[in-house]
């Protein structure tokens, strides 16, 4: 577990860079969102994908159950090499009437440092930290709500309301966790409850079924974590926002039958991942993933007992 932590030199493909800023507003308009972002409409809602960077990840992560020859592959297919891949980090930011809600805040300065650029991408076109209404988690690992602080102990995001499921919070604040959890989990717990016990005052804990805002609800999608959810957008081909419940495009839509190694319970995740493509596949879900290729949007399509993804 403690490869999570490798670090590489960026390269100008992995690194998303925003445009010029156009100055911030309290209700920002459409045109205001950079083009050089993918942003699209989705109901009653506006929808921006904004890069947070990338983080290297080991091969025994990405592909635990992958022979020699498929690990190779698939490594080259991501971009990577024998020692691990890079993957993005892609986050929504979503305009629903006044509300602009993050899913996810990236990593901050509690993580890889080729990531923690979500504030600064925000920044290019004229959103500043304190414009950020609500936050929403779909679940508490470094990479995903590591920015929930900075570097001094405040936090970032100092207007917002923020959302976390209830079986999330129970599972890290847990004040027995380190007697209950494997060692491996420790580290993990420390900045989950560093980032959720920032935020306690302003933090509503959801389950499964309750909304956010109006048309935006939350879906159980366990495994990664005990409490990982998905976020669901009505509208038309519902948007399904995934978080890690299917950690990558390439690996997964192709190998839906095999883990992830950062997931908590495997088979748990793993019976997830397959519910949630089989869905998508199903009701032709809109989806947006967060370690997907950039920006992580378009639908599964079910090709035998695997599935392609189709980019919009």
Partial sequence: ?????????????QVLVGS?????????????FAASFHNF??????????????????????????????????????????????????????????????????????FQPTAGKLANNLRTFGVSPE?????VFTHVH??????????????????????????????????EFEAKRPSALHGFAKGAQRDLLAVEDRLTRMKAGDEIVPGMSVVDTPGHT?????????????????????????????????HFGFDTDMEVALASRQKLLDRAASEKLKLLGYHWTYPGVGFAERRGGAYDFVST
């Fill in 226 to 258: 005990p409490g990982h959810i998905s976020i669901e957008l009505e509208g038309r081909d519902n948007l399904l926002i995934t978080g890690d419940a299917c950690t990558n495009d390439t690996i997964f839509f192709a190998r839906p039958d095999w």
């Fill in 142 to 175: 470094p990479d995903h709500s590591g920015a929930t602080t900075t570097i001094d102990g405040k936090v970032l995001y100092p207007n917002a309301q923020y959302y976390v499921s209830q079986t999330e919070w129970d599972f890290w604040t847990d004040k």
């Fill in 1 to 13: 577990m403690s490869n999570f932590g490798i670090n590489v030199r960026a390269t100008r493909r």
């Fill in 131 to 135: 414009q950020i209404t609500k936050v």
């Fill in 41 to 110: 409409a989705h109901g009653a809602f506006d929808i921006t994908v904004v890069s947070d960077g990338f983080i290297t990840l080991p091969p025994e992560i990405l592909l635990p159950d992958a022979e020699v020859d498929e690990r190779a592959d698939f490594l080259k297919r991501l971009g990577g090499g024998e020692k691990g891949a890079a993957v993005q980090a892609n986050i929504p930011l979503i305009r629903h009437g006044n509300d602009l809600i993050l899913v996810d805040n990236g990593s901050g300065t509690n």
């Fill in 20 to 32: 010029a800023a156009v100055g911030a507003a309290t209700a920002l308009p459409r045109d205001a």
